[in-house]
């Protein structure tokens, strides 16, 4: 069966560090991944997807970089955290194209103090 | 653009009855996929329940149904003999199955269901 990793589980930053947070998918291939934001008390916010390796399409413009080393691998990066980085951050995956769903990762935590 | 709207912020309901939480849609497409997600205070975002526009018949899992009226652009889920660990924020959501939306989720703002004991 598929399972999807995140780490950290949370993470407490000062403004101006620099940012990196991972997440895994195993048992399965080629996965569509994506990771969002949730900010307190709100929905969720799409910040990146990827449909391969090296592919990377951003939604919405920030202080926010997306890479995908690997097949499973997707990793959410900031040169420098700002305060409104702050939130919960999940990663979610899914397979195929038009009837594919989404399963979502535990999520971490960020606090940018 | 599509758009989800749950109107109510948040519910409650005594354990063991039922209740219904609402969802609207707004879209133009005629194929699409509509979600129910569950999320507990442990913050992982739960599937719930999942339909096809093309598809009639309501989506049941065990204690979980809806009533997916798709020419009022409805999607309510209905939550029987409601238990303890049914406490969370649910979120419905909306897919396009057209590439060119990259089978991006829509949201809405979720409903907190609060359970009495």
């Known amino acids: 069966s598929q399972t999807i990793h995140q780490w950290p589980a949370t993470l407490v930053q000062p403004v101006g560090s620099p940012l990196s947070l991972e997440c895994t998918v195993e048992g399965t291939s080629n996965p569509n991944l994506y990771w969002y934001r949730q900010a307190a008390g709100r929905g969720l916010q799409l910040l990146f997807y990827?449909?391969?390796?090296?592919?990377i399409s951003s939604e919405v413009p920030q202080n926010l970089s997306a890479s995908r080393p690997q097949d499973r691998q997707f990793i959410l990066s900031s040169k420098k955290l700002l305060l409104s980085d702050s939130g919960f951050y999940l990663c979610?995956?899914?397979?195929?194209?038009?009837?594919?769903?989404?399963?979502f990762g535990p999520g971490t935590r960020l606090t940018v103090l | 653009a599509q758009t989800v709207t749950q109107s109510q912020p948040e519910m409650s309901v005594q354990e063991a009855e039922t209740v219904t939480l609402s969802c609207t849609y707004d879209t133009s497409e005629s194929d699409y996929y509509l979600f129910w997600y569950k999320q507990p205070p442990s913050r992982q975002m739960i599937l719930v329940i999942r339909?096809?526009?093309?598809k009639q018949q309501n989506a049941t899992e065990n204690r979980f149904s809806v009533n997916f009226q798709k020419a009022a652009k409805s999607f309510s889920l209905k939550i029987s003999d409601s238990q303890l660990g049914d406490a969370a924020m649910y979120f419905c959501?909306?897919?396009?199955?057209?590439?060119?939306?990259?089978?991006?989720?829509?949201w809405g703002a979720g409903t907190k269901l609060i359970i009495k004991p």
């Open positions: 959501a909306y897919r396009s199955p057209f590439m060119d939306s990259n089978y991006q989720l829509i």
């Open positions: 990827s449909v391969g390796i090296g592919q």
């Open positions: 979610a995956w899914s397979v195929g194209h038009s009837t594919d769903t989404q399963y």
């Open positions: 339909q096809e526009a093309y």
